[in-house]
């Protein structure tokens, strides 16, 4: 615990961030006390009895992040977690600062900030999920964050347990050297899709260049991937999955092979993506010494994070929400809309701001052309601050432009989407990250979901 004065100052500032109604305090407390005693961090994290565990990847950390906490919390264990997913170092400070008993650290980190996370804490394990193209003015590109995250893995101390997605090929050639590591994949052949999309990221061997070859293809550049040219290949998963039934956005049933034993369990989490988020979750809590018995039960359980497939009621309208920030997850996000029956009636929300990316080329490789095709569209209304992009790059995917409704406020937004709904009873919205955050303010404001820093 970092001293008095200095841990004194940072939670009153959280507590005047909150009674001034500039936020939840889950990253300003953290802020200051790095400001004023810069080793505080470390200092915490190291100081956990049973370690720090930490999560990173471009999609599904939240998600990820909160079954392994409800998993760890059925076992008994006394976990402080960033829940409201503030993960940058600012937002582990806060947590750390705010749970002084804790036994074991549980922190989602953002990928650009989990190599210098990981050289401060030293951690237990790291589950590293997945790599996509992603806010390329942030990250640069995709090469350059495996770069570091392959610099940070060589770095750890060889006992640190490494989670790794075995589907990824970046991913996989990042841990290959390190000696102690857990893998997880999708092994179901009916989960497979006909070609590798046109907005898939690591289609090359990362050894030699040559095009990987797929006899599975699952999400993206995801699958079983072998090179015709070196061999290198992915090899066979510790923790698979080895049958996946979708159940649209009632969620799914998986069927898991584990060093444990196997795990079966109805997740209440929709589409391929979050069959990924049980297998990196079940393969972290293993790393972590839970059980099977205990690790099955909790995750059925968990609901969604906010934003993710979480489900709201709205003046009789059943409102979905599904955060898509990149091509791979809006693209998991369509896939998964087609399975519901009836009419589709959209929210898209489209910001260019510091979290979301303010490059926003990536639209043109979402397959939002899936959508009219089918004729099942019913209504699309789009707003945010790149609100008329958007209306171009459905206006070219062949959507009907009379069926078309432009709304600058995201609360006019959202009662013009509502109207179109209504006969049908379901609205799916689609907002960018910070575009998700006003959207949660509105409902918040209504009094039908709290800040979204409550939603534990």
């Known amino acids: 615990m970092p001293p008095g004065p200095a841990g004194w100052a940072a939670r009153r500032a959280g507590r005047l961030s909150r009674l001034t109604g500039r936020g939840g305090g889950t990253t300003l407390p953290g802020l200051v006390l790095n400001r004023l005693r810069p080793e505080s961090t470390a200092e915490m994290a190291r100081s956990l009895p049973d370690g720090v565990a930490l999560i990173s990847g471009t999609n599904g950390k939240t998600t990820t992040a909160r079954l392994v906490r409800a998993a760890l919390d059925a076992s008994g264990s006394h976990v402080v977690a960033n829940t409201a997913g503030a993960n940058l170092e600012r937002g582990v400070a806060t947590a750390l600062l705010d749970a002084p008993d804790a036994q074991l650290g549980l922190f989602e980190v953002d990928e650009a900030a989990l190599p210098g996370l990981m050289a401060k804490v030293r951690p237990r394990s790291v589950t590293l999920m997945n790599l996509f193209r992603d806010q390329l003015d942030r990250y640069g590109e995709l090469e350059h964050l495996a770069r570091r995250w392959g610099d940070a893995v060589a770095a750890l101390e060889p006992g640190t347990t490494v989670i790794y997605n075995a589907d990824d090929p970046a991913v996989a050639d ?268 509105v409902l918040v404001e209504r009094g039908l979901v709290p800040a979204f820093w409550e939603d534990q």
């Open 174 to 441: 990042i841990v290959a050297d390190h000696p102690a590591t857990v893998s997880y994949g999708i092994d179901d052949p009916r989960t497979g899709r006909p070609h590798l999309p046109h907005a898939a990221d690591s289609s090359q061997c990362r050894r030699c260049g040559t095009p990987l070859e797929y006899d599975l293809i699952t999400i993206a550049h995801l699958g079983r991937w072998s090179c015709p040219a070196c061999g290198l290949s992915r090899g066979r998963p510790q923790v698979r999955a080895t049958r996946v039934a979708m159940h649209g956005l009632d969620g799914q049933r998986l069927a898991m092979a584990t060093p444990g034993g196997p795990i079966e369990l109805s997740l209440r989490l929709p589409g391929m993506h979050n069959s990924y988020n049980a297998l990196a979750a079940t393969a972290t809590a293993l790393a972590l010494d839970l059980t099977p018995e205990v690790i099955g039960p909790a995750l059925a359980h968990r609901q969604a994070a906010f934003g993710r497939a979480e489900r709201t009621l709205v003046d009789d309208v059943r409102v979905t929400t599904l955060l898509a920030k990149n091509p791979a997850g809006a693209n998991e996000n369509i896939h998964t809309l087609l399975l519901e029956g009836g009419p589709l009636h959209l929210l898209v929300l489209l910001n260019d701001r510091t979290a979301d990316g303010q490059d926003v080329s990536w639209i043109w490789d979402v397959d939002y052309e899936l959508l009219p095709a089918n004729g099942r569209l019913a209504s699309l209304t789009l707003a945010g601050d790149r609100a008329f992009d958007l209306a171009l790059r459905f206006r070219y995917a062949g959507f009907d432009p009379d069926k078309m409704s432009v709304v600058p406020s995201v609360a006019d937004a959202l009662d013009a989407a509502l109207g179109h709904a209504r006969p049908d009873g379901d609205l799916y919205v689609l907002p960018t990250y910070t575009a998700l955050l006003e959207f949660r303010a």
